[in-house]
């Protein structure tokens, strides 16, 4: 069994800035990536962006430059820095993570169950 657990959402200003994080626990033999996605009301789950184990990150266009993703792997923990907040970056952001078990070789997608982020005006 493993959890993800993420925490640091809240009400931000337009401009500002709120950093995420996402800790894993549990039956985890290795995490291969982890990665943020989020969803505002009415919307499709939009992927934010990606950070390999060999420390390869990828973003979504619509936040490039804004956000960026780290890790730390010693504590399976994930980090999202979100700078320059806009009102539409509103939404439920979750955290992924493609993993290995212990007991299980096979790669699998896990999801957090999401903190919400909430940019005003």
């Known amino acids: 069994q493993v959890q993800l657990v993420e925490s640091g959402g809240g009400l931000v200003q337009t401009g500002g800035s709120l950093r995420l994080s996402c800790t894993a626990s549990?039956?985890?033999?290795?995490?291969?990536?982890m990665d943020w996605h989020r969803q505002a009301p009415g919307n499709q789950c939009e992927w934010v962006g990606s950070a390999t184990s060999s420390g390869i990150t990828r973003y979504g266009d619509s936040v490039k430059g804004r956000f960026t993703i780290t890790r730390d792997s010693g504590k399976n923990t994930a980090y999202l820095q979100m700078n320059s907040l806009k009102p539409e970056d509103t939404g439920l952001y979750y955290c992924t993570m493609n993993f290995q078990s212990m007991t299980d070789n096979t790669p699998r997608n896990y999801w957090g169950q999401g903190t919400q982020v909430t940019v005003s005006a």
């Open positions: 549990g039956d985890i033999a290795r995490i291969n990536a």
